[in-house]
């Protein structure tokens, strides 16, 4: 799992300023979730990408928050206009097949939005 | 669509203990439960997962349990030493969705005293 990068590491941003994460799976990996954690709590599903497709966005905000994961490259969760609730660590999790294949996840971007 | 209860919240033991976090789920088409360790500004790890063609599944002093009847599967650390002290994750997919998104508990975290 320490194949899965995530940079940066550390984001500080101001309110109404817009975040960029990136996330780069494991060799191999081709499914990508995206995950928030917020302070003293557990992980909650965002999003869940295949190559050039969102499959499953159940979990992000309509407003502000979008993820994609281009063909090449790594896969972006975007935060445009953010606000302090924005506030938290984001976790990307890769899997090379679909379903209940093991998730491996990435060491994370801890966003602070002052 | 899944819910994922898990309990206790805090556990405290004493170094050579034995720990036991439980969860409950809802969904009976759920077929593998992951449980992953997160020590502090760390990414989660997976530590072990069951599925659900069987009833127990060990590895060193780290076991899974899981009752598919009653929909509760419980993780048991036997010999704890004080690097086991961390916050675990239960979790379970959202087989209404059939995307491998995790549904994760709330967490437990357990601390091991010298």
């Known amino acids: 799992n320490a194949g899965v990068m995530q940079n940066p590491r550390h984001l500080v941003r101001r309110r109404g300023q817009e975040a960029r994460l990136r996330c780069s799976p494991m060799k191999g990996h081709s499914h990508v979730y995206w995950y928030r954690q917020l302070p003293e709590e557990g992980l909650k599903f965002m999003v869940y990408?295949?190559?050039?497709?969102?499959?499953?966005e159940s979990g992000m905000p309509k407003e502000r928050f979008s993820a994609e994961f281009p063909k090449e490259g790594p896969s972006i969760l975007r935060i445009q206009q953010v606000v302090r609730g924005d506030s938290a660590a984001y976790f990307c999790a890769t899997q090379f097949r679909s379903g209940t294949d093991t998730q491996y996840f990435g060491p994370g971007t801890r966003l602070t939005v002052l | 669509g899944e819910n994922v209860e898990q309990h206790p919240s805090t556990l405290s033991v004493q170094e050579g203990d034995s720990a036991v976090i439980k969860c409950t789920y809802s969904?009976?088409?759920?077929?593998?439960f992951p449980w992953y360790k997160q020590e502090l500004g760390k990414r989660p790890q997976l530590i072990i997962d069951?599925?659900?063609?069987?009833g127990e599944k060990k590895d060193q002093r780290i076991a899974v349990t899981l009752n598919k009847t009653a929909k509760h599967f419980s993780l048991h650390i036997t010999e704890t030493q004080p690097e086991d002290s961390a916050v675990y994750f239960c979790?379970?997919?959202?087989?209404?969705?059939?995307?491998?998104?995790?549904?994760f508990g709330q967490g437990t975290t357990l601390q091991v005293k010298p």
């Open positions: 069951i599925r659900s063609n069987v």
């Open positions: 969904d009976s088409a759920s077929n593998y």
């Open positions: 979790a379970a997919p959202d087989g209404s969705s059939n995307t491998g998104k995790l549904i």
């Open positions: 990408l295949q190559k050039e497709n969102i499959i499953d």
